[in-house]
């Protein structure tokens, strides 16, 4: 079995690469790094509410599709994966661009999930099936691409650490955000269609324009250089020998 291993080394010269990254790019950064985490703390707070009070479908139908995506996510990132690491490096960057266009596919998918059954006369479950196990896949588009753009953005170790710090605060506030606003929102509006499309909408909004103003702001100076590696499967099977995967999985 042969797989691509992945070593860095800096897409221009060394004190470029190396150079002290200003906060404006790290702000852009932060930006980058809230991407989509929105989407997933509104999608798994309220959608579930969202399907039955609001559209009327039947909740074992939607227990049946949450169950189904879960299996599904153990597929698209794996796949995802593989996909962006072998796409196309350009001069404005390998991930910048992935952060951009994920931004504007997750935002579609989005919309598509939440009033995609309100538009649609029939098939209001199908459309929930289609678009919430899309959603995997165009989730990860946007977030292993912002996931990827740290170590390429700086081979400095002290930068990384600072960028590291944005990433976490990123997280943090991008969570946080919604666990407060929506149910803010929702509860003024007595949970109502009305309610939900403003928190939608809003939630559509900063994906699209911290996916925009985040890859737009970033550069990309260190590039990988891809070596051929062969490993055995008794390799592959071997990392299951290590207490933190086993943890991982079990967290899982």
Not at 91 to 117: C, D, E, M, Q
Not at 122 to 129: D, I, P, Q
Not at 168 to 190: K, R, Y
Not at 206 to 218: A, D, E, M
Request: aromatic content about 12%.
């Amino acid at each position: 079995m042969t797989t691509e291993t992945q070593a860095f080394q800096p897409a221009a010269p060394h004190d470029i690469a190396q150079e002290k990254i200003k906060f404006g790019e790290k702000f852009a950064y932060f930006f980058a790094a809230m991407n989509p985490l929105q989407v997933l703390a509104l999608v798994t707070s309220f959608l579930l509410i969202f399907y039955t009070d609001i559209v009327g479908l039947n909740p074992i139908h939607v227990g049946t599709l949450f169950l189904l995506a879960r299996i599904a996510d153990g597929l698209s990132d794996p796949i995802m994966g593989y996909v962006i690491d072998h796409m196309p490096r350009t001069k404005f960057g390998k991930y910048r661009s992935l952060v951009i266009g994920g931004a504007i596919l997750i935002t579609i998918n989005f919309l598509l999930l939440w009033f995609g059954r309100l538009w649609a006369p029939s098939g209001k479950l199908a459309v929930a099936y289609i678009t919430y196990l899309l959603l995997g896949f165009t989730f990860d588009v946007a977030d292993i691409a912002k996931n990827s753009l740290l170590p390429v953005m700086t081979a400095n170790p002290k930068e990384r650490s600072s960028l590291g710090v944005f990433y976490g605060l990123a997280s943090v506030v991008s969570g946080l955000s919604i666990a407060i606003a929506a149910p803010i929102i929702l509860g003024a509006g007595n949970s109502s269609l009305e309610a939900y499309t403003t928190v939608i909408l809003i939630v559509a909004g900063s994906v699209l324009l911290f996916g925009i103003v985040g890859g737009l702001g970033v550069r990309e100076r260190v590039i990988p250089v891809e070596e051929q590696t062969k490993h055995s499967i008794q390799e592959y099977l071997n990392l299951f020998n290590h207490m933190p995967v086993i943890a991982n999985l079990g967290f899982g």
